[in-house]
T-cell receptor, first 112, second 113 residues
Framework: KQEVTQIPAALSVPEGENLVLNCSFT??????LQWFRQDPGKGLTSLLL?????REQTSGRLNASLDKSSGRSTLYIAASQPGDSATYLC???????????FGSGTQLTVLP | DAGVIQSPRHEVTEMGQEVTLRCKPI?????LFWYRQTMMRGLELLIY????????DSGMPEDRFSAKMPNASFSTLKIQPSEPRDSAVYFC???????????FGQGTRLTVV
């Protein structure tokens, strides 16, 4: 059974810092990995999708990498802003199961 | 496209009552997922459909929960009878194929008192 772990559970940084969020998964036979953002009381917004054949994806200040063989992904946020404050969720899809399996998330606070 | 649409956004009901949550996936998507989110357990898959057929319902907590997808544009999740421990946010998501990104609805916040 696929298990997804996110470290750290919470992170607080001053505005302008670059930061890295970590995600690890136990079954490397995945189709893809997706990073989401969730604001309090809101739904999930997809940030980046990395296919199993890809090593990284970039969108604006966000860069996600994937090392399938080691079961790891990182989300790099450059020049963080208070508006980046949210919970970031990592989810993997694939193997014998075609659903998304989620980590427990990293709660990010960017201080002005 | 308006995205995945869920209704109602909020539902407060008394223990023992029947609750029906609704979802309209993005047009053309062939996968539909129902998730439940709680503080204690995070996001858990309840059931998912492929081409309107239930594929994996192993996450459905018990017989009180049932889900249907009568056509490609509509799905329901029903809880009968509801219990306070069912209180959570229920999300519906859809995707096209198994390799494309999944899109989530805004969720239904269910409170059972």
């Amino acid at each position: 059974k696929q298990e997804v772990t996110q470290i750290p559970a919470a992170l607080s940084v001053p505005e302008g810092e670059n930061l890295v969020l970590n995600c690890s998964f136990t079954d490397s036979a995945i189709y893809n990995l997706q990073w989401f953002r969730q604001d309090p009381g809101k739904g999930l917004t997809s940030l980046l999708l990395i296919q199993s054949s890809q090593r990284e994806q970039t969108s604006g200040r966000l860069n996600a990498s994937l090392d399938k063989s080691s079961g790891r992904s990182t989300l790099y946020i450059a020049a963080s802003q208070p508006g980046d404050s949210a919970t970031y969720l990592c989810a993997v899809r694939g193997g014998s199961a075609r659903q998304l399996t989620f980590g427990s998330g990293t709660q990010l606070t960017v201080l002005p | 496209d308006a995205g995945v649409i869920q209704s109602p956004r909020h539902e407060v009901t008394e223990m023992g009552q029947e609750v029906t949550l609704r979802c309209k996936p993005i047009s053309g998507h062939d996968y539909l997922f129902w998730y439940r989110q709680t503080m204690m357990r995070g996001l858990e898959l309840l059931i998912y459909f492929n081409n309107n057929v239930p594929i994996d319902d192993s996450g459905m907590p018990e017989d009180r929960f049932s889900a249907k997808m009568p056509n490609a544009s509509f799905s329901t999740l029903k809880i009968q009878p509801s219990e306070p421990r069912d209180s959570a946010v229920y999300f519906c998501a859809s995707s096209f194929g198994r390799s494309e990104q999944a899109f989530f609805g805004q969720g239904t916040r269910l409170t059972v008192v």
